[in-house]
């Protein structure tokens, strides 16, 4: 039905950039909300960043300044740049998508995750 993989994550040292991608394709009438969520072990998913449709964007306090969400709907595609890591950014990076379908519904959709490390 719709599709969406994940890449860009690795092991970074502190201080250091990585970029992620995540790319949406299969049934797709159109994408409104694009977001990036993290989750450590023991704790809870959180939201790290969101872009909607017209591209206003919101970001968790501990990544304002660091962090930029970008999309490019001509290829079903949101990114996260991320820069100034920090050993507390380690965490797998799952993307999630607001999708209204061909033949209608929306639903959202998860990447498969993608693991973040910040490490010396």
């Known amino acids: 039905q719709v599709q969406l993989v994940e890449s860009g994550g690795g092991l970074v040292q502190p201080g250091g950039s990585l970029r992620l991608s995540c790319a949406a394709s299969?049934?797709?009438?159109?994408?409104?909300?694009m977001g990036w969520y993290r989750q450590v072990p023991g704790k809870q998913r959180e939201l790290v960043a969101m872009?909607?449709?017209?591209?206003?964007?919101d970001y968790t306090d501990s990544v304002k300044g660091r962090f930029a969400i970008t999309r490019d709907d001509a290829k079903n595609t949101v990114y996260l740049q991320m820069n100034s890591l920090k050993p507390e950014d380690t965490a797998v990076y799952y993307c999630?998508?607001?999708?209204?379908?061909?033949?209608?519904?929306?639903?959202?959709?998860w990447g498969q995750g993608t693991q973040v490390t910040v490490s010396s």
């Open positions: 299969g049934s797709i009438f159109s994408i409104n909300a």
């Open positions: 872009i909607n449709s017209v591209g206003r964007t």
């Open positions: 999630n998508v607001y999708i209204t379908l061909y033949g209608g519904g929306n639903r959202y959709f």
